[in-house]
């Protein structure tokens, strides 16, 4: 009878090459991860801040508050509403109203929306797409974003905020879409 | 009698080398790919960092105090040291220098009513023998105060009350001019009248790292744009874009 200790070297060499390759293919999907991580959490860049801030005070010089301004203007500002739950969204870049365009013009103001994403995203599922549908792609991955937190305070009231796109042409004819946010 | 199996043969030798020799040619690539990712991570770091901060730096002085002016400036007539600006026979990154000044809406008693953004090309180091400029790197750099006068009113010196520096990447596009765009609208309207200074910032790729600054203008206040979109000097160029009513557009502009 052949008896067999240990290992040939094959088999060591094959083992070892495996075992390399299930590492390198580890780190690089965590590389990944880190910079997908880092890209959301810039997704909110500096100066959209401060744009986001003075569309606020804009909408507040116009009509007193956002809430006013969504509910007073209803040629540019939609109501959708769902189980109790209602958003508006507002088309700036198409409104006729140059009282409002012109002024939000250089901030390249697309869309403003309000709502909660608390209320839309704990509806149930056929509710909650049907909410969601009203809102630009890129809206909606910025909503899932803020979590079903956002626009909920801690004795579990919610509230609605303001969201802000934005639409920045490029001179070479591109143009890149962000979004940001603020409790009004 | 028993047959001793010992030893490896030459076949498996050579094709466990073959084996391991494919297998490491795999992942160097992998490595590679890897390293050249954490690269490009660092690179989209830096200049997201020194975006926001020169950002922060100036939206503080424009949100304190408004903004009077904005046009283009020399760099050469700033506060900065000519010999640390990198400026080689034979290149053209003159050519991409940035600068904007912006005078301030401060009061009488402030005299830091200036500020400077500035995208240039310094060196960090000098040979001490020989004392020539080395190691030339990209800067973004703010700073905000006031330059003293003789009496002849020509400016002396440059008393700095905020600085704020980046590096930026070697990867950088500025073929772009920096632009203003803002809104005229009549005191009779309710709304303010909203400004936004964009400093086109690109990497190699193409993704924009602009330098955006926006802030509302009130209409009691004054603003003036001077535009020098067709100058000569390719680094001394700015662009004013106006809408709204077409008269406060056209006395705002100032087009040299």
Redesign the interface.
Known sequence: MRKKNGFVLVETAIVVSVLSITLLMLYSSYSHILRVTRSRNTYVHTDNIYSTYLVKKQLEKYNGSVSNFVVSNSSICKLYSDSGISEYVCDIANATSEQITVPLAPLEVDKIYYLSPAEILNLIESSKENMLMHLDATTIDYVKSLGNTSGKSDTGSTYKIMIVKYKKQYSDGSYEILHSSMEV | MH?Y?RG?TIV??L??IL??AI?MV??YR??I??RN??EG?AI??QF?IA??QI??AV?EDL?DYGVKSIKACNIYNVDIDDNSIYNEPGTNDLDNYKCLEITYNTPSNIVDNTGYIMIYKYYTRYDNKTLQGKDPKWIVRYTKGHFDVDVSGNRTKWNSQTQVTNELPDELDLS?IPYV???R?PNT????????IVL?IKDSV?L?YD??????INHDNEFTCTSTENSSNLYYRLKCNC??DSNLCSSSIDKK
Do not use: A, W
């Not at chain 2, 309207?189 to 936004?196: E, F, G, R, S």
């Open positions: 047959k199996n490896v498996e030798i094709i466990s084996i391991i297998v795999f992942l992998l490595f790919q890897v990712e954490e991570n989209q770091s997201v975006q926001s950002e922060q939206e949100v772009e765009t803002y809104s609208t309207l309710k709304m303010n009248d909203t400004l936004k086109p193409g924009h330098i955006n600054l926006t802030i509302d809408t709204g």
